[in-house]
């Protein structure tokens, strides 16, 4: 008899990249749930439109760039991209720009370096950067969340949110209802020389543990992180790292002028931490790519983070953060090569 | 006592052996004619030491190799040498291979010692060419002569054997099956080879899904509690590794480009230091081996005990024959098996299981698209050597030989730890071997430019040196010349 003669190992456990982006995806329902609650639902908006930019980009590239397009397209990786975008920028966003940046993301951020696993950069954060440069105004334009105050219920934030989206103008009664997020309006009160006791009374911006709002969607975030890191899809090196690098001086700033620095407690529930620490940075293509340069790579998002927070003039740091340490991940994995086994530490 | 898991990580396998692994073993028939691959699975080809026509018996030398790093081969049955064949390279045969015709007269070679061996009477060194006349080598799937192993241990003073009972890779259960039928055979091996290195000790390991040949082993070596010891080391893929198994049992590593023999250890299968006792007790040289013939592909999965040159199809035979689609006839196992073009083939000492692969063991494999690499990192999770293999992937696919090394190209052990849980389905461990051919063949390459520089230098020199030779002969000459003429010489005149 004949048989067929191809190289071991015979035997894989048919794990795929498919399968690792639709549990990301999975993972980032709880998420989506809960914004929608506490921001209305402008989000599953900007999904939709984020993603069937992502798909259709995707697929123009790959015919410009000759490569096959089903097997890309259908392994899931642009649409985690479109719905990361999505979930971090305002769901009061005009669609056309999250048109536009979900195409900067894909065809700048990813196709333009060569394609999946080609490119240096968090793709859906190069989407993110260039919308926030360019557009601060709609940017920074969110939602007060639901049960803030009475003066607004579900039904406004949907209203509002079509209004938006739609791109027409905003009712000025509506005013009320839209406004800085808690970390932009704490900084933009500090400099306005309000002590930060005056500004935690109002109440409106730090809720029961972070941010008012926020505090619930960063909690979902963190329950699906925890899940992919129970599905053993995210490590504990990013996460843990990311939120080490932005607690710590957090807490240390906090407990040396808790009058000018907000509280670890604050900044992790607050923004995009969650979202950030792990589903943001823990980007495999893009990170640092040994657990040790795991390690450096996240704790420099989180002292970014911190830093930008802190002393910057954004509403949150995490797209230059992880963008900046990006730029720094050739560098990390040419220092952190775990020692080979039998082989002296270089 | 359970040996810590001390190399970097591996994998929990399904190991599919359990119920095989406790059915006797069962002894094949000789067929009525043997093929002897001139290759027994070292990559060594032996040189025939018979012709055809030649009468043989068991035990008869047959082939030879040129070198220290091949075993002597002896035939397994007696007969007459009635073909050696070429190498078909259209048919990937297994390579060129001495055909016996059996006489079925089973007579053993007049040449040959009869009865046991006073091992304890031979010193040590002695002991080690008895060893290598007899033909042992490695049965765990190397089939590296176990003397050139032994004499190298003893030049650099290794004084520690160590017994890989380990077993760890899926299907394969001929060591587990043998542990247990012969475990006096085991011991009586080590003692063997103890003598051979003049060692101080001796450790059995053994995974701890084998219970049944642990108590096997532990009984039979209670008479030489002192110096045989089992040790359990946990059920993990690569554990029977050699590096891997030495710092599983005695927490150092083997450096890289080293062998255990550098840190005082001696690694030797189960199943060789069986056959080494096998030799002793009976002086008959290594002529058969025990063999798992498995998979989905065989009505009755079994261990059989056969001759070398048996066809493995008189194997498969044994085992209730082919089942379903056979897809791969495998030599090993299924995470660093050779899949074999056919089945015609002789059993050499290197084949320790035929897995005889389906569909079904297959499935996942068959399936698999390769896509780009996404640095998951799956693979450094579990690479026994430390590795970053997504590192060493992408410096071999952009052709960077320096990046390839020092990512540790070399310190592969092509285990397909990396293969198993790629979720981008990437060939790694392949990738692996094609970059290390490629730095070969790049060595090779750069040496030849090397000669022919050398060599194109040297007639450059030897060139010049003709032609200035023959100038400076010119010169002389004219020199001369012009010396006796000069007085006669009209134009000096004027």
Redesign the interface.
């Given at each position: 008899m004949r048989f067929d003669t191809s190289p071991a190992p015979h035997v894989i456990a048919g794990y795929s990249v498919p399968r690792v982006m639709f549990q990301v995806l999975l993972a980032l329902v709880p998420v989506a749930v809960v914004q929608v609650v506490v921001l209305g639902p402008g989000l599953l908006l900007q999904v939709a439109v984020a993603s069937v930019t992502a798909l259709v980009c995707e697929a123009l590239a790959l015919r410009w760039r000759q490569r096959p397009s089903l097997p890309t397209l259908r392994d899931g990786s642009v649409l985690v991209t479109a719905v990361l975008l999505a979930s971090s920028v305002t769901p009061l966003l005009p669609w056309w720009l999250t048109v536009l940046g979900t195409a900067f993301a894909v065809l700048l951020g990813k196709h333009a370096f060569g394609g999946l696993g080609q490119n240096p950069f968090n793709p859906a954060m190069v989407g993110y950067a260039i919308l926030l440069v360019s557009f601060p105004a709609e940017m920074t334009r969110w939602p007060v969340p639901f049960g803030v105050d009475d003066s607004h219920g579900w039904g406004e934030l949907a209203r509002l949110t079509l209004t938006s989206f739609y791109g027409g103008a905003v009712d000025p009664a509506w005013d009320g209802y839209t406004g800085a997020t808690a970390l932009d309006s704490i900084r933009n009160g500090l400099e306005q020389r309000y002590t930060m006791a005056e500004l935690l009374a109002r109440g409106e911006v730090v809720g029961t543990l972070g941010a008012r709002g926020f505090e619930w969607i960063n909690f979902a975030a963190l329950a699906g992180g925890l899940y992919l890191m129970a599905r053993g899809i995210v490590r504990w090196q990013i996460p843990a790292a990311v939120l080490a690098g932005l607690l710590l001086p957090a807490l240390v700033a906090h407990a040396l002028d808790p009058g000018a620095y907000l509280g670890p407690l604050t900044h992790a529930f607050a923004g995009a931490t969650m979202l950030g620490a792990f589903f943001i940075a823990t980007d495999p293509v893009s990170a640092a790519t040994s657990d040790r340069g795991r390690l450096w790579y996240g704790a420099g998002i989180g002292l970014l983070v911190w830093v930008i927070r802190t002393w910057g003039g954004y509403p949150d740091g995490f797209a230059f953060a992880v963008l900046l340490m990006n730029v720094a991940v050739p560098l990390l994995d040419r220092y952190t090569v775990p020692r080979i086994y039998g082989r002296a530490r270089d | 006592m359970t040996t810590r898991n001390e190399?970097?990580s591996g994998l929990v396998l399904d190991a599919h052996k359990q119920p095989v692994a406790a059915e006797p073993i069962l002894d094949v028939a000789p067929p009525a004619r043997l093929r002897f691959a001139l290759d027994q699975g070292s990559g060594v080809v032996l040189e025939p030491a018979v012709a055809v026509g030649d009468v043989v018996a068991i035990g008869s030398v047959i082939a030879r190799p040129s070198d220290d790093f091949g075993a002597v081969l002896h035939a397994s049955a007696s007969g007459r040498v009635i073909a050696i064949e070429s190498h078909d390279a259209t048919n990937?045969d297994g390579g060129p291979c001495i055909v016996v015709e059996n006489d079925g007269r089973d007579t053993p070679d007049p040449a040959l010692p009869r009865g046991p061996i006073d091992y304890t009477a031979l010193d040590p060194a002695t002991l080690v060419d008895r060893l290598r006349e007899a033909g042992i080598a490695g049965l765990g799937g190397a089939g590296f002569p176990t003397a050139t192993k032994l004499a190298t241990a003893r030049a650099r003073s290794a004084r520690r054997l160590l017994l890989n009972g380990a077993e760890c890779e899926?299907w394969i259960c001929c060591d587990d099956a043998l542990m247990r039928a012969e475990a006096d055979d085991v011991v009586l091996g080590g003692r063997v080879l103890m003598r051979a290195l003049e060692a101080e000790s001796c450790v059995i390991a053994i995974e701890d899904d084998k219970p049944a040949a642990i108590d096997a082993l532990r009984a039979a070596a209670q008479s030489a509690a002192d110096t045989i010891t089992v040790e359990i080391v946990p059920a993990v893929y690569p554990q029977g590794a050699e590096?891997q198994l030495v710092?599983a049992v005695f927490g150092v590593?083997?450096?890289?480009?080293?062998l255990p023999a550098d840190v005082g250890v001696t690694c030797q299968n189960v199943a060789t230091a069986a056959a080494v006792a096998r030799w002793a007790r009976s002086g008959v040289p290594l002529v058969t081996r025990v063999v798992t013939v498995t998979g989905s592909g065989v009505s009755r999965p079994l261990n059989v005990r056969a001759r070398f040159g048996t066809p493995l199809?008189t194997l498969v035979e044994a085992a209730g024959g082919?089942r379903g689609e056979?897809?791969?006839?495998?030599a090993?196992g299924?995470?660093?098996?050779?899949?074999?073009?056919?089945?015609e083939v002789g059993l050499t000492k290197s084949i320790n299981t035929l897995?005889v692969?389906t569909h079904q063991?297959?499935?996942?494999?068959l399936?698999?698209?390769e896509?780009?690499?996404?640095?998951?990192?799956?693979c450094?999770?579990v690479c026994?050597?430390?590795?970053?293999p997504?590192?060493i992937h992408r410096t071999a696919l952009a052709r960077d030989a320096d990046g390839a090394v020092?990512?540790?190209v070399w310190?592969c052990i092509d285990c397909?730890c990396c293969?198993?849980?790629?979720?981008?389905?990437i060939?790694l461990?392949?990738r692996f071997?094609e970059a290390r051919e490629w730095l070969r063949e790049r060595d090779r390459a750069a040496a030849r430019a090397a000669v022919a520089r050398t060599r194109h230098e040297r007639r450059e020199r030897r060139l010049q040196e003709a032609v200035a030779a023959e100038q400076r002969a010119f010169d002389v000459a004219r020199q001369q010349a012009r010396g006796e003429s000069a007085p006669t010489d009209p134009g000096t005149a004027t």
């Open positions: - | 190399f970097p990937d899926p590096r710092t590593e083997v450096p890289a480009r080293g199809a082919y056979p897809l791969r006839l495998i090993g299924n995470m660093t098996g050779r899949a074999l073009a056919t089945d897995f692969a063991d297959l499935a996942a494999r399936a698999a698209v896509v780009a690499c996404i640095r998951c990192g799956n450094a999770d026994p050597a430390g590795l970053l997504q590192e020092r990512f540790g310190d397909g293969d198993y849980v790629c979720p981008s389905q060939p461990a392949l071997r």
